[in-house]
């Protein structure tokens, strides 16, 4: 399944998305798509109801789409997950997963308007595929384990701005935290059917040029990996968000390239899980 939300900030309405296109009202199932939803069950209840035909359409009459997830948890973050990311950015690859955490106030529509933070003058994008977690994991016994956990996954747009991450304080949170700097969605696509995470294309292009064209085989540490590494430090629960790494080609690891500024495009995609088109605008 493909689930989404639609509507104005604070007004979404959960939806599923089938395979021909058509969105179902999934309003009759829960209120929305978020923690509890996946906790309790959710996920089976909403395919239940669409094998059942018991949704009605959506009409969306051009409505806004919003993350697919209400407010997370928390958003965790992997960084130089990726061997040519850590490349160009002359960073060591590292031995052990790289964490930091995300306020989850960041993620926002995967077409909402993205703000670049006054003094900004090094704003950068990353393209990632994110998991979404669907039961309460802890210590997980490895891999196969922390698979049992994963609900989903969505494209997430970790933006960044790289002068408040890396020169003003000796963690990320600053560079990683501002509003807006994380586009979700445009739905979440549930774990069974993506037949291998590690098997899937990530691209990004800024104003109509590409900038970022991996595959997920390239990360360092595998998703699987992640989530069960996650879950010997931290309890995860259902609705937190993991955003897993980028592939090479961020502003930060391209000489000459300029960062973002106002009136710029950014348009992502991950094979499989739709694609996010987002303008900058000044904060």
Same mark, same amino acid.
């Given at each position: 399944?493909?689930?989404?939300?639609?509507?104005?900030?604070?007004?979404?309405?959960?939806?599923?998305?089938?395979?021909?296109?058509?969105?179902?009202?999934?309003?009759?199932?829960?209120?929305?798509?978020?923690?509890?939803?996946?906790?309790?069950?959710?996920?089976?209840?909403?395919?239940?109801?669409?094998?059942?035909?018991?949704?009605?359409?959506?009409?969306?009459?051009?409505?806004?789409?919003?993350?697919?997830?209400?407010?997370?948890?928390?958003?965790?973050?992997?960084?130089?997950?990726?061997?040519?990311?850590?490349?160009?950015?002359?960073?060591?690859?590292?031995?052990?997963?790289?964490?930091?955490?995300?306020?989850?106030?960041?993620?926002?529509?995967?077409?909402?308007?993205?703000?670049?933070?006054?003094?900004?003058?090094?704003?950068?994008?990353?393209?990632?595929?994110?998991?979404?977690?669907?039961?309460?994991?802890?210590?997980?016994?490895?891999?196969?384990? #922390? +698979? %049992?956990? =994963?609900?989903?996954? /969505?494209?997430?747009?970790?933006?960044?701005?790289?002068?408040?991450? @890396? &020169?003003?304080?000796?963690?990320?949170?600053?560079?990683?935290?501002?509003?807006?700097?994380?586009?979700?969605?445009?739905?979440?696509?549930?774990?069974?059917?993506?037949?291998?995470?590690?098997?899937?294309?990530?691209?990004?292009?800024?104003?109509?040029?590409?900038?970022?064209?991996?595959? #997920? +085989? %390239?990360? =360092?540490?595998?998703? /699987?990996?992640?989530?069960?590494?996650?879950?010997?430090?931290?309890? @995860? &629960?259902?609705?937190?968000?993991?955003?897993?790494?980028?592939?090479?080609?961020?502003?930060?690891?391209?000489?000459?390239?300029?960062?973002?500024?106002?009136?710029?495009?950014?348009?992502?995609?991950?094979?499989?899980?739709?694609?996010?088109?987002?303008?900058?605008?000044?904060?």
């Amino acid at each position: 399944m493909k689930l989404l939300r639609i509507g104005e900030p604070g007004e979404e309405r959960p939806a599923v998305r089938t395979d021909g296109g058509v969105l179902l009202d999934l309003s009759s199932v829960t209120a929305d798509i978020d923690g509890a939803f996946l906790g309790s069950g959710g996920l089976e209840r909403a395919r239940a109801a669409v094998d059942a035909d018991l949704l009605p359409e959506f009409d969306a009459g051009g409505l806004r789409v919003g993350a697919p997830l209400a407010r997370p948890g928390k958003v965790v973050c992997v960084g130089l997950n990726y061997r040519d990311h850590a490349a160009e950015t002359k960073a060591a690859v590292p031995e052990r997963p790289v964490i930091f955490m995300k306020d989850p106030g960041t993620v926002v529509g995967p077409y909402d308007e993205v703000l670049i933070p006054r003094g900004s003058v090094k704003t950068d994008w990353e393209v990632e595929l994110a998991v979404v977690i669907g039961r309460r994991a802890r210590y997980l016994d490895g891999p196969d384990a #922390a +698979r %049992d956990v =994963i609900a989903g996954y /969505a494209i997430s747009h970790d933006v960044s701005e790289r002068e408040f991450q @890396l &020169e003003y304080s000796p963690q990320w949170d600053l560079g990683k935290s501002c509003e807006t700097f994380n586009p979700l969605g445009p739905w979440f696509v549930t774990a069974d059917e993506v037949a291998d995470p590690q098997n899937l294309g990530l691209r990004l292009s800024v104003n109509g040029v590409k900038r970022q064209d991996g595959n #997920a +085989r %390239d990360m =360092i540490f595998p998703v /699987a990996h992640i989530v069960s590494y996650l879950s010997q430090y931290m309890v @995860l &629960e259902p609705g937190d968000v993991i955003n897993t790494g980028t592939p090479a080609g961020v502003a930060l690891g391209l000489s000459g390239t300029p960062y973002l500024r106002p009136g710029d495009t950014v348009e992502l995609e991950i094979d499989g899980l739709g694609g996010q088109r987002q303008t900058f605008a000044q904060a």
